[in-house]
């Protein structure tokens, strides 16, 4: 018989999951309009908020093919715009298209598939990095998405360029992931969220907030995009946000939460060095106020602010 010291200790906790890998695309039209797909309130991540078409990588789907495929696939799956290059052939019709969309979603086809069916070739490369984003571990979601700007006018893409658009596509439990998709400028976005019109996570209101000041205006510019480049290519395309929650007394007494940012005196920084959001949240549990604290020139700054932390450029 064995003593109570003989039964075996549990051993420790396993590790929990890291991040699934997943891509999303801020697509850009020439009315200088992001795309925009509201998340069904009943979904299980992110629900009833406005975010960008974009999902997690999935192997089956998207096997070597890498994020980049992935951010193409998903936009056409959430929102029924397709991107391939320009030098591809024909585009197939509406109904084709729809068809086509569903079976994809639903596993029942493979997106690549369908692209060499009707000789189509995604255009990963007119998707420009703009930062990498990672959920804090206190969540048992998480996801490390990479976020991506494609120009409607610098690509060949099938399905709605602006507007509104409703879309209802049914899930494999016959839920619904995204109950609608439209076009509409960063600023108007931003003032809507601020009328509680429409729900924003943090990342949606810190990349809208970092575009209404670059496209400024109806018309999109060769000028903008070339800003918009500079940024891709340097430390913001590259920057790898891990979003640190911190205490803050003034915040907390106005019953506010604050996520630092890196580069934030409390994440890495100098001292006075802001980089943070301050988020209030209603009784769904979804903000109804954030602001961006940004004390610095992304353009001509960030890399300097970004030096002294431990996250890789």
Known sequence: MSSNSDAKSPGPKPPPPGPRPSATVIVVNSQNEVLLVHRNPKSSSFANAH????????????????????????????????????????????????????????????FNDFLTQYNLKPNVEGLLPF???????????????????????ETRSAGFSSGDKQERLPTHDGGQEVI?????????????????????????????????????GGQNTREQRDRIRVLSSGAFGRMAINPR?????????????????????????????????????????????????????IFTELEGVLSSTSVKL
């Open 245 to 297: 929650p911190i205490r803050d007394a003034d915040a907390d007494a106005e019953g506010f939460r604050v996520i630092a940012y890196e580069g934030d005196e409390a994440n890495g920084g100098s001292p006075g060095r802001r980089h943070r959001c301050r988020l209030k949240f209603g009784q769904g549990g979804s903000a109804t106020h954030i602001t961006l604290e940004r004390n610095f020139d």
């Open 51 to 110: 975010v960008f078409p974009g999902g997690n990588y999935d192997n089956k789907q998207d096997g070597d093919h890498g994020l980049p495929f992935t951010a193409v696939r998903e936009v056409f799956e959430e929102s029924g715009l397709l991107l391939v290059q320009p030098t591809s052939s024909g585009l197939p019709s509406d109904a084709v298209l729809d068809k086509a969309r569903e079976d994809i979603h639903s596993q029942k086809r493979l």
């Open 131 to 153: 930062t990498q984003w990672i959920t804090p571990p206190i969540y048992p979601k998480r996801f490390q998405t990479q976020f991506y700007v494609a120009f409607l006018n």
């Open 180 to 216: 609608e998709a439209r076009f509409v400028h960063p600023t108007k976005a931003l003032k809507e969220f601020y009328a509680e019109r429409i729900t924003l996570f943090p990342p949606q209101f810190y990349l809208l907030t970092t575009l209404s000041g670059i496209l400024v």
